[in-house]
């Protein structure tokens, strides 16, 4: 795709214009929407969709179907309702094979899978979800974790939706921690059959898609148990109801009832009652019991094996991280839209100004425009690492680990970003945006959820913490004249910080100049710096502290415990360096012009907002001096003036037709209300029928 915008320079390291104080913000004039700056907004939107473009514009036109729209308010019984009938209208579109074998009717397309499921958010929530719990979750676990027997024995049912299922793993009392729960399955040689029991409430399982009303039958995760040893969790495949909807014997549940969000969706509780199932119903792809009752798995070490199956259910991390960037653009959309056509309170020539050009307005809004760029570029080199893996292309341990990795931590980023970005959006838009018709409060609602679905964020930051420590320690020396050089190192970084070394050099370097110190905040290259060096430091002070406990295990877990909080704030760190990379890397992919450049500020942007939200730790370990600091904030405000006349043209390569935004304040609504009030002003002051302002007394 080459860029048709005229060509400018392209230099990161501009230096902007600047007033007699040195302050780069001052004097920018924040109204007005015409630029000369222009946008190749459908080269944009090409890079937006990514690898995958095909395959997203598919569902997108499906999800132009009205048919498949929520709709406000609907009762939840109804709800669930339309939302079962439409999952049949996605096979029969042809809309769900993509990641299946071939010998099923499938593409074995995985990326292209996850990509388009994504899209669906754009539709409702709801949808997209359930969605993903038949085939994403119940059928994905038969077609992973099973083999050639379970495939042909279950899947073609799956994928026609002629058996409605359910994934069955998290129980009322435990969540996140999987490897702990109750539920059981006992194989019985005698008969050949597992034996799948819950001994008690807190094994129950919970909060599961399908299992109210719909499923009718379920993976089951329980711990194998056979010839008196337990060999951890498994997955079972277990049938649920019979052709009526009644339960089976001995398989028992109940309704979650009404939900903060996602009603479209049966979720509820589900128990067993020693119900056996064949032994070939164990879904044995890592572990597999004889008639005779001898276990055996091609993974002999049991944590690796637990975690060798989970990871190959990652996949919902991935398409949750998707669809919060999806829902995010559409709130964009719906608000930004709204701020430039909205007039409110007079400006300095007598007319009402839009709210989009006020500061306070650009500066909520933006920034989490640049954000969710920003996360839409890191959540596609996340479904090309899960497309190598699940594709058998590059499926190493190592890339499985980058997988898992880049899946909590962006997943975790992403969906409290959307919880974030669509409340700011809500309240941008004043008592409109409370409208349940212009979607925000629904969208909110809708992806409440996702910040615990597929792994509680906080958890899953954990994992990312516990991988960045494990490569600290793969780095660090293991003699004594290394170690010593090593702590050395260390203690000049913290000398360093200390001293005031850094700040004296950019206080030298700078010589006064706001500008100056601008300038080098330009240079991605002190971006990445400010970046990764926050997250390198918070690591090694980590890592040191936990090394101290040397092989005493109960002091190094109670060292770990209380760095917790700095464990996932670093992790957080790293999720966002892995954003700003990916986002550097996209725009290496622009031709020199108007696109890139605007590019180039959204990244900056980007970046500089997160070095303003942790400037106190910038500040307090040395690495910008207070006068940097201060030109953080003032460049942040130079950029979102410098953006904000593209704004539409950005919106516009999101490439939403008004059929997915469905938000009447940003389909033209407010605009004609505005027109309606000028013309008539206009009309009422031609005729003199105006009244006279009152005039104030002169002090």
């Known amino acids: 795709m080459v860029d048709t915008a005229p060509a400018r320079p392209t230099s990161t390291t501009e230096a902007p214009n600047a007033d007699a104080t040195g302050d780069p913000a001052a004097g920018t004039p924040t109204g007005g929407t015409d630029t000369d700056v222009r946008i190749d907004t459908t080269l944009l939107g090409e890079l937006l969709l990514g690898r995958w473009a095909e395959d997203r514009r598919i569902s997108r036109r499906l999800s132009l179907d009205p048919g498949l729209h929520k709709i406000e308010g609907q009762p939840v019984a109804e709800h669930r309702a339309r939302v079962l009938e439409q999952l049949r209208v996605l096979v029969d579109a042809g809309a769900i094979q993509r990641p299946y074998p071939t010998e099923f009717g499938g593409q074995e397309n995985h990326g292209g899978n996850l990509a388009a499921f994504e899209e669906l958010t754009t539709a409702d929530p709801s949808l997209q979800i359930k969605a993903g719990v038949q085939w994403g979750l119940f059928g994905s676990a038969v077609h992973h974790l099973g083999t050639e027997r379970n495939h042909r024995e279950f899947l073609p049912g799956i994928i026609r939706f002629d058996v409605p299922g359910c994934f069955a793993m998290t129980e009322t009392g435990h969540g996140s921690d999987v490897q702990s729960i109750a539920t059981t399955a006992t194989y019985d040689p005698d008969t050949q059959e597992f034996v799948v029991h819950t001994p008690f409430r807190g094994a129950w399982k919970d909060y599961i898609g399908n299992a109210a009303l719909h499923g009718r039958a379920a993976v089951v995760f329980a711990k194998l148990v056979t010839q008196g040893v337990d060999h951890g969790v498994h997955a079972f495949y277990v049938p649920l109801r019979d052709e009526d909807g009644a339960f089976l014997p001995g398989v028992g549940g109940e309704d979650d009832g009404v939900k903060g969000g996602l009603n479209g969706i049966d979720n509820g509780r589900l128990w067993f009652d020693h119900v056996r199932v064949p032994r070939t119903n164990l879904l044995n792809r890592y572990g597999d019991v004889a008639e005779d009752g001898t276990y055996t798995s091609p993974i002999a070490s049991p944590g690796r094996r637990f975690f060798t199956m989970l990871g190959t259910l990652v996949q919902g991390r991935v398409s949750l991280d998707g669809a919060a960037v999806v829902a995010q653009k559409v ?150 004249a290394s170690t010593a050089r090593f702590v050395a190192a260390q203690a000049a970084t913290k000398l360093a910080d200390a001293s005031g070394i850094r700040r004296l050099g950019q206080t030298v370097a700078d010589r006064g100049s706001l500008a100056a110190s601008v300038t080098d905040l330009q240079d991605p290259r002190t971006q990445r710096a400010l970046l990764a060096g926050r997250v390198d430091t918070m690591v090694s002070e ?114 939403y037709a008004p059929e997915h935004v469905r938000a009447p304040i940003a389909l033209g609504e407010e605009r004609a209300r505005q027109e309606e009030a000028a013309a008539w002003f206009s009309a009422e002051a031609a005729a003199g029928r105006l009244p006279e302002q009152e005039k104030k007394p002169r002090p």
Request: net charge neutral.
């Open 331 to 480: 709130g964009l959309q719906i608000a930004l839209t709204y701020a430039a056509e909205r007039r409110q309170f007079p400006t300095g020539g007598g007319d009402e100004g839009v709210l989009l050009d006020y500061g306070r307005h650009q500066r909520r809004l933006i920034p989490r425009l640049a954000t969710v760029f920003a996360q839409s570029f890191a959540h596609e080199k996340l479904l090309q690492t899960f497309d190598d893996v699940f594709s058998g292309r590059e499926d190493t341990p190592q890339r499985r680990e980058d997988l898992e990795t880049q899946a909590a931590a962006f997943k975790a980023m992403s969906t409290w970003s959307a919880l974030d970005t669509l409340q700011e959006c809500r309240e941008a838009c004043g008592g409109a945006g409370f409208l349940a018709e212009n979607r925000l409060t629904s969208l909110r609602a809708d992806l409440d959820v996702y910040v615990t679905f597929e792994g509680d964020n906080t958890i899953l930051l954990q994992l990312v913490g516990k991988r960045l420590l494990t490569d600290f320690r793969a780095k660090a020396p293991r003699d004594a």
């Open 542 to 655: 980590i890592g040191v502290r936990l090394a101290s406990a040397g092989k005493d295990r109960a002091r190094a877990a109670k060292l770990l415990n209380r760095s917790q909080h700095e464990l996932i704030e670093a992790a957080k760190a790293h999720a966002e360096l892995m954003q700003w990379e990916a986002f550097t890397d996209a725009i290496e992919a622009v031709a020199p012009g108007d696109t890139r450049r605007v590019l180039v500020w959204l990244r900056d942007l980007f970046a500089l907002g997160l070095l303003e939200q942790h400037l106190d730790w910038h500040l307090l370990h040395g690495r910008l001096s207070t006068q940097r600091a201060r030109a953080v904030s003032a460049y942040v405000d130079r950029l979102v003036a410098r953006l904000r006349p593209v704004v539409p043209q950005l919106v516009e390569s999101f490439g």
